[in-house]
């Protein structure tokens, strides 16, 4: 019995050193030598996988630029910084553009400014506020002010002020547009970062309508675009706009004739 046992025992550790051996062997020839500029190019990257480069994540697009010869500086958080140390790994010369955008709440209708249909007290979400009547407040374009855009935020650069209105703070901001994707009423949007004016209204519904749901939003008067042609505001659906490829001769004039002050200086 003794004799069965230990032939038992050799005959599996005979077994399972052979086949350590042919994993071994096995493992050296099925081997894939993975290029070790993906692994420095993940490391001049930011980790924080926002996927605002349009990949996965940070991982996912070193291996894009490396493997598949993906544009490079399309990392936002990374900026200029990150491109110039991507571009000396893989041993190219890029023009990198600074004029980033930052993600800006087109609206300052908060309960003292705006009016509301009814009160809701479902969950403190917007996607799901919206579901019940397209929200809460009567202006169904404003913001609602239930932090959406705040939870998704991977930098924590959106906030609520104390009397209820959604603020981005530029200099975190990251231009991830996490924030645009989750807004139900398309109210966040992008703007460049060194823009000075900015339209705080994203309604598209005539100036009557707007003077009886919001006292800070845009009712299409044309006194910006019209009196300031230079100022590069465009009036369209009655809602103006600010072209910041333009002149930008005295917005600050065209935003003191606003009769609703709902053109504001950033």
Known sequence: MI???????????????????????????????KDVRVANVEESLPGINCGACGYAGCSAYAEAIVIEKAEIGLCPPGGKESAEKISKIMGMEIEFNENRL?????CNGNREHSAYDFAYRGLE??????????????CKYGCLGLGSCIKVCPVDAISKTADGRVEVNKEVCISCRKCVEICPTGVMQMIPYHADYYVACNSKDKGAVVRKVCKVGCIGCKICEKKY???GFDVNNFLSVVNYNSKGIDRQGAAKACPTNSICKI
């Open 3 to 33: 004799i069965n046992i230990i032939s038992a025992f050799l005959s599996v550790a005979i077994l399972g050193g052979l086949l350590g051996i042919g994993l071994a062997f096995a493992s050296k020839k099925l081997a894939v030598n």
């Open 102 to 106: 930052v993600a800006k709440v087109h």
């Open 125 to 138: 979400d917007c996607n799901s506020a919206v579901l019940l009547f397209k929200g809460d407040k009567s």
């Open 229 to 231: 042609p230079e100022a």
